[in-house]
């Protein structure tokens, strides 16, 4: 029995389990899949089983959600590297925007 009582299959980015989550889309809590990145209802809500892709939701905002802590922490790794992911993303990205 998962914890919030949703046991519907898994669904776009939506699957169950029993980890707390913040849904990237409507921003509530929910519990699911620890790699769940919208809750039960965004997930089914869509249009079709397609519409929500890790394509869609920028991997910067990913991994900020995923980092709990202060950015200039020093944090071990493997939590480090999503900081250091972080910033290598945001310097490539603004060197294409030169």
Known sequence: MFLDGDQRPQKGMWAPGNYWCTCHK???????????ITCAEC???????EAATDVE???????????????NAEIPWP???LHDAIAEIETLRSQNNK
């Not at 409507?26 to 769940?36: L, Y």
């Not at 939701?57 to 950015?71: S, T, Y």
């Open 26 to 36: 409507c921003k509530k809590q929910f519990t699911g899949d620890k790699r769940a």
């Open 43 to 49: 997930a089914y809500s869509e249009a079709g089983p």
């Open 57 to 71: 939701i920028d991997i910067v905002a990913r991994l900020r959600e995923a980092c709990n802590g202060h950015p």
């Open 79 to 81: 939590h480090r590297l």
